[in-house]
Every structure is written in C-alpha cells, then in structure tokens.
C-alpha cells in the first residue's frame, strides 16, 4: 500500500552541465514506469537545468534544503517557493549533514516541513543517530527526539503527505550500512513513534526510507524488508546505472 520511493541526494556534487548530462543518463534508465517513484536532488544551481530534463520523464524533481520564510531578507536562502517555481516536488529536510556542519535543529527542520507542505513540496524528513549515540544505546531515544521535533503541530493529513528517512550516520559515506534487520527494527520503532505521536493509521501509511551506504549490490536485501518502504541515496546516486539498479530493487 505503501508506493516506494528512491531519492538520490547530489549533495555538493555536479556543476549545471555535469548535472545534465547524469539525469539525462537516468532518464533514459529508468524510462518504464515500474510502480516506484524516483526523485533526484542536484544542487541549488542545477536545479533548473534538471528540471527541463525530467519535464515529462518519471522521474521527479527533488531539492537538498530550503528556509522557511516566504521571502525576505535571507541572503544566501532558498524558499519553497522558489523551488516550486522551478519544477521541484520534493526537499530533503533536516539531512545530518546540514545538522552536524550548519547548526540544523529539531525547530529548524520542523519550521522547514511547514513551509514545504505549504508550497505542496514533499518534504523527506532525515532523522538518525550517531555511533556514540548508537553505542551508548541512545539510538531509539535519539530518533524518537527527532521525530517530536520534526513533527511537531502537524496535522496528520500533513504527516501522510511526507516521508521519512533513517539515516543512521555512522552509515552515510562511510560504506558501512545499517543491517536489514537493524534498518528494519528502527524503522518499526519509527512507525510506532509516528503513531503515538500523530495517528495510527497515519503511521501505516507514511513512508520510512533508508539511507546510508546504499548501494546497488545490498539494496534489495535492504527494501525486501517489509518495514522499508524506499531509499535515500548518496553516493551511489551520482552513476546512472547503480542508481538505476537500486530503484529497480524496489519494485514491489
Ligand atoms: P551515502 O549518503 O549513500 O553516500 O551514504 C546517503 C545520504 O547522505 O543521504
């Protein structure tokens, strides 16, 4: 019931035309609609030139970031509706990367998700755990803070509309995943919170992606898990053909 979804994070990688050159490969890869929903997320100053490559492809328009105020004086900052105006559909949002190196917080990322929903952008919300934290047995209670933070005074037809991604972080760039069964056992844990803290039947429907160190070779032992509904990738992102082959293991 739940529609996969495979998001690749550029991250700081690709000039325009580098950019261009990648997603035209990717659209030409992943041409047949196979019931998956795959977004692909350049950097700022590609974002337009992707568009017009994706415009009419299955593949959809994904930013790394944004601010939260309509516009104003923010030099330097990105709104939700800028980037609806060129094509995006989707915001990664809270990414530990933007937690660890620029100060993102709970509040900032819960005030990021308001203004995304309210420009009809899908955010996927990050949340997961260092190693100490996850070492010193604080990983449930860690995400659990962070999920409270993100989601909190939204409504629950707002909380079905975004989807959530565990990225441990001792997983990103680091070749080192998550095992399925530790993927799944956070992500169920994930469901739960979501549950207590908005709705039931919300929680069911959302969507909980992995990510970190997903690549082509153990992506489909990762999203056979029953409780892993897609993946955000980085690295593995930046070649067509393994992120094709990784969108293709999700397929249902
Ligand atoms: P990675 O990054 O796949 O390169 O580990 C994942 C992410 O940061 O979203």
């Not at 692909?40 to 974002?47: R, Y």
């Not at 415009?55 to 601010?67: F, M, N, P, T």
């Not at 207590?196 to 153990?218: F, H, P, Q, T, W």
Request: aromatic letters at 6%; hydrophobic letters at 40%.
């Amino acid at each position: 019931m739940r529609t996969p979804l495979i998001a690749g994070n550029w991250k700081m990688y690709k000039t325009s035309s580098e950019a261009i050159v990648l997603a035209k490969a990717i659209v030409k890869t992943l041409s047949t609609p196979d019931g998956t929903q795959v977004v692909i997320c350049p950097p700022f100053t590609a974002l337009a030139a992707v568009g017009q490559v994706v415009v009419g492809s299955r593949i959809s328009l994904g930013a790394q970031d944004l601010h939260w105020a309509k516009e104003g004086a923010y030099t330097g900052e990105v709104s939700a509706e800028m980037l609806r105006d060129i094509g995006c559909r989707y915001v990664i949002i809270g990414h530990s990367e933007r937690r660890q190196y620029f100060g993102e917080t709970d509040e900032g990322v819960n005030k990021k998700c308001r203004a995304a929903l309210a420009s009809d952008l899908t955010p996927i919300v990050c949340v997961g755990e260092t190693l100490a934290e996850r070492e010193a047995g604080r990983a449930y209670g860690i995400v659990e803070t962070q999920l409270k933070g993100a989601l909190s005074g939204l409504l629950p037809e707002q909380v079905q509309r975004l989807a959530l991604a565990y990225e441990p972080v001792w997983a990103i760039g680091t070749g080192r995943t998550a095992t399925p069964s530790q993927a799944d056992e956070m992500h169920a844990h994930i469901r739960k919170t979501v549950a207590m803290l908005v709705d039931a039947e919300i929680a069911r429907s959302v969507r909980i992606l992995y990510g970190g160190s997903v690549k082509s070779d153990n992506a489909k032992e990762l999203l056979e898990r029953s409780e892993i509904d897609g993946a955000l990738v980085g690295g593995a992102s930046l070649q067509a053909d393994s992120f094709a082959a990784i969108a293709a293991a999700a397929k249902r």
